[in-house]
């Protein structure tokens, strides 16, 4: 479909989305097509009952409530793009309102459980160098997995100690503590020569190859770790940015710094991190407190 082409054009180009968020709404607006299709319908031939019936059917089919809302930004956002270029007049989905999806707080490890991590990694090979400078470097400046895959050897500046990190058309430059630092210097100085395929290669960070590490790479060294470490949490790729955040907001930092260094457009993205320590403070005091007890 041309017009799915284009919108992808436009989510990327202008608005600077990632590509999670294409994918996730190009695969929301695709679906419901599918939806509509079924029922003889079409995209351009909708009103608000049926964008309205669609979300219940979505519902009585599993879907979480967060899912049906994720949906529903995903089709306002495909139908203001076609009134911008005029092949619709008004947004069907502009007048409705998402079920109030229960709100999950993230997974956070406690400082223990991020020293037990970084501690997994041996610095004895290749490898275990690699591995100790990226998870350091995770929770030392707290940016995303895409982030941290997609940096450059220019990006780096250890003698100033800080990288430079590059996302959604933004930069911004962020500290590191010195023993991230000691780190990247271990590994970049000492071995990524070593095991670079090509001498032109950019990337920090390199595969068994040679070449620039993946998504799902990371992913599987992560969850290696974390078995070894014996954290029974779920974590994922999101958990060491999750308590970069939390950690830095428990010890005085102030919310603007840390949306800066998260590289939150919206701050309201990082309050999120104000609720996930009130209530672990609620928790402790629960369990601790002898008074609290029932």
């Given at each position: 479909?041309?017009?799915?082409a284009q919108?992808?054009?436009y989510?990327t180009?202008?608005?600077?989305?990632?590509?999670?968020?294409?994918?996730?709404y190009l695969?929301?607006v695709s679906q419901?097509a599918?939806?509509?299709?079924?029922r003889?319908?079409?995209?351009?031939?909708?009103?608000?009952?049926?964008?309205?019936?669609?979300?219940?059917?979505?519902?009585?089919?599993g879907k979480?409530?967060?899912s049906?809302t994720?949906?529903?930004a995903?089709i306002?956002?495909f139908y203001?793009?076609?009134?911008t270029i005029?092949?619709?007049?008004?947004?069907?989905?502009?007048g409705?309102v998402?079920?109030?999806?229960e709100r999950k707080?993230?997974?956070i490890?406690?400082?223990?459980?991020?020293e037990?991590l970084?501690?997994?990694?041996?610095?004895i090979?290749?490898?275990?160098?690699?591995?100790?400078?990226?998870?350091e470097?995770?929770?030392?400046?707290?940016i995303?997995?895409?982030?941290?895959?997609?940096?450059?050897?220019?990006?780096?500046?250890?003698?100033?100690?800080f990288i430079?990190c590059?996302?959604?058309?933004?930069?911004?430059?962020?500290?590191?503590?010195?023993a991230?630092?000691?780190?990247?210097?271990?590994y970049?100085?000492d071995?990524?020569?070593?095991?670079?395929a090509?001498?032109?290669?950019?990337?920090v960070?390199?595969?068994?190859?040679?070449?620039?590490?993946?998504r799902?790479g990371f992913?599987?060294?992560?969850?290696h770790?974390?078995e070894m470490?014996?954290?029974?949490?779920?974590?994922?790729?999101?958990?060491?940015?999750?308590?970069?955040?939390?950690?830095?907001l428990?010890?005085?930092?102030d919310?603007?710094?840390?949306?800066e260094?998260l590289?939150h457009?919206?701050i309201?993205?990082?309050?999120?991190?104000?609720q996930v320590v009130?209530?672990?403070?609620?928790e402790?005091y629960q369990?601790?407190?002898p008074r609290?007890?029932p």
């Amino acid at each position: 479909m041309d017009e799915l082409a284009q919108y992808e054009a436009y989510l990327t180009e202008k608005r600077h989305a990632s590509p999670n968020t294409v994918a996730s709404y190009l695969r929301d607006v695709s679906q419901f097509a599918v939806y509509l299709k079924d029922r003889s319908g079409s995209l351009w031939d909708v009103g608000d009952e049926t964008v309205q019936a669609y979300m219940d059917w979505m519902l009585s089919q599993g879907k979480s409530a967060a899912s049906v809302t994720r949906f529903l930004a995903s089709i306002k956002s495909f139908y203001n793009y076609m009134i911008t270029i005029g092949e619709m007049y008004a947004n069907p989905a502009a007048g409705i309102v998402a079920a109030k999806a229960e709100r999950k707080y993230p997974e956070i490890l406690t400082s223990k459980e991020v020293e037990l991590l970084l501690e997994q990694p041996q610095c004895i090979d290749a490898k275990g160098f690699r591995d100790h400078a990226m998870l350091e470097l995770l929770y030392a400046t707290g940016i995303r997995v895409s982030e941290l895959i997609s940096l450059d050897m220019e990006d780096l500046n250890l003698a100033a100690g800080f990288i430079r990190c590059r996302s959604k058309g933004k930069e911004r430059v962020i500290p590191l503590y010195p023993a991230a630092v000691k780190a990247l210097e271990d590994y970049v100085q000492d071995i990524r020569l070593q095991v670079v395929a090509d001498s032109g290669e950019p990337a920090v960070f390199l595969n068994r190859n040679g070449e620039r590490m993946s998504r799902q790479g990371f992913w599987k060294i992560l969850k290696h770790y974390q078995e070894m470490a014996g954290i029974e949490k779920e974590i994922t790729p999101h958990t060491l940015r999750h308590s970069f955040a939390a950690h830095l907001l428990e010890n005085g930092a102030d919310l603007r710094s840390i949306q800066e260094m998260l590289g939150h457009a919206d701050i309201s993205s990082t309050q999120i991190y104000t609720q996930v320590v009130k209530k672990q403070l609620k928790e402790v005091y629960q369990k601790a407190h002898p008074r609290a007890q029932p």
